[in-house]
């Protein structure tokens, strides 16, 4: 994943011809899993590729906002069943695994539709794969977690581990997964604000800042699907650029660079 088309209108380009998008699709989706689940399925060992939580989360997640989409467009916009489906689970997953690619302007679909563009913008793909983001085992774990400290209102006492696939999750790598998730939204709280400073509009500000520190590619606003980058003040490129060094290395691998006890060891 990662990466834009040879072509100015993108994958758009190709909209009369729509099995080269579901091709790019199959593609996509398989370089946003865990490559893990590549040789697991290699191995035609696919019990294992089905017993990942994260796994499952990811393709559910792809199918159910794509469906969503899909009626949307069909209502909203009147569009064909058939364009709608491609057009929402082409952005749908170009989004979540952070490829880069467009086949249609989200900006002009109904506000939650858009809404629900904008949050795939922080999920990214699952770990272990080229896509950005927070990723989705992160966030299936947060909402394990979640549910978790629920039942520990109810019974106090009670020991209630999380668990991915079986397994307990350590509490020092949920304490790593809060922390690196707080972390993420407040850095791109900040950065927002700063390209808002630099000259951006608030929303093309937030699109800017989650397109590049998720290295998704098209944002919002005049970084839209059909826009680009051309138009920021060269200081704004250059803090785009560390976002996306930032966002690419997983935030602690470069912020620990900046820190005194690393230098005086």
């Given at each position: 994943?990662?990466?834009?088309s040879?072509?100015?209108?993108?994958?758009?380009?190709?909209?009369?011809?729509?099995?080269?998008?579901?091709?790019?699709?199959?593609?996509?989706y398989?370089?946003?899993?865990?490559?893990?689940?590549?040789?697991?399925?290699?191995?035609?060992?696919?019990?294992?590729?089905?017993?990942?939580?994260?796994?499952?989360?990811?393709?559910?997640?792809?199918?159910?906002?794509?469906?969503?989409?899909?009626?949307?467009?069909?209502?909203?916009?009147?569009?064909?069943?058939?364009?709608?489906?491609?057009?929402?689970?082409?952005?749908?997953?170009?989004?979540?695994?952070?490829?880069?690619?467009?086949?249609?302007?989200?900006?002009?679909?109904?506000?939650?539709?858009?809404?629900?563009?904008?949050?795939?913008?922080?999920?990214?793909?699952?770990?272990?794969?080229?896509?950005?983001?927070?990723?989705?085992?992160?966030?299936?774990?947060?909402?394990?977690?979640?549910?978790?400290?629920l039942?520990?209102?109810?019974?106090?006492?009670?020991?209630?581990?999380?668990?991915?696939d079986?397994?307990?999750?350590?509490?020092?790598?949920?304490?790593?997964?809060?922390?690196?998730?707080?972390?993420?939204?407040?850095?791109?709280?900040?950065?927002?604000?700063?390209m808002?400073?630099?000259?951006?509009?608030?929303?093309?500000?937030?699109?800017?800042?989650?397109?590049?520190?998720?290295?998704?590619?098209?944002?919002?606003?005049?970084?839209?699907?059909?826009?680009?980058?051309?138009?920021i003040?060269?200081?704004?490129?250059?803090?785009?650029?560390?976002?996306?060094?930032?966002?690419?290395?997983?935030?602690?691998?470069?912020?620990?660079?900046?820190?005194?006890?690393?230098?005086?060891?």
């Amino acid at each position: 994943t990662g990466g834009f088309s040879t072509k100015q209108a993108s994958i758009a380009y190709y909209n009369d011809q729509p099995y080269i998008q579901y091709v790019i699709m199959l593609f996509m989706y398989f370089a946003g899993a865990n490559f893990a689940m590549h040789y697991f399925a290699l191995k035609r060992r696919f019990d294992r590729v089905w017993h990942s939580e994260e796994f499952r989360f990811y393709t559910f997640s792809v199918i159910v906002v794509g469906l969503i989409h899909t009626v949307g467009l069909i209502f909203n916009d009147g569009l064909h069943p058939e364009r709608a489906f491609r057009d929402s689970m082409f952005t749908t997953l170009t989004i979540v695994t952070t490829t880069g690619f467009v086949t249609a302007d989200y900006e002009t679909w109904a506000i939650p539709l858009l809404f629900i563009v904008f949050m795939l913008m922080f999920t990214g793909g699952s770990a272990g794969s080229t896509a950005g983001g927070i990723k989705v085992v992160r966030l299936l774990l947060i909402i394990k977690n979640s549910l978790v400290e629920l039942k520990r209102l109810l019974h106090p006492r009670a020991i209630i581990p999380v668990r991915l696939d079986g397994r307990a999750v350590p509490a020092n790598i949920m304490t790593n997964i809060l922390a690196f998730s707080i972390l993420y939204m407040l850095i791109f709280v900040l950065a927002a604000l700063i390209m808002t400073g630099i000259g951006l509009d608030f929303v093309s500000a937030i699109g800017a800042t989650i397109a590049c520190l998720g290295n998704i590619g098209p944002g919002l606003g005049s970084v839209g699907p059909t826009a680009n980058f051309a138009h920021i003040p060269g200081l704004g490129k250059w803090f785009l650029s560390f976002l996306m060094l930032l966002g690419r290395l997983e935030l602690f691998t470069v912020l620990i660079l900046f820190t005194p006890t690393y230098w005086h060891r």
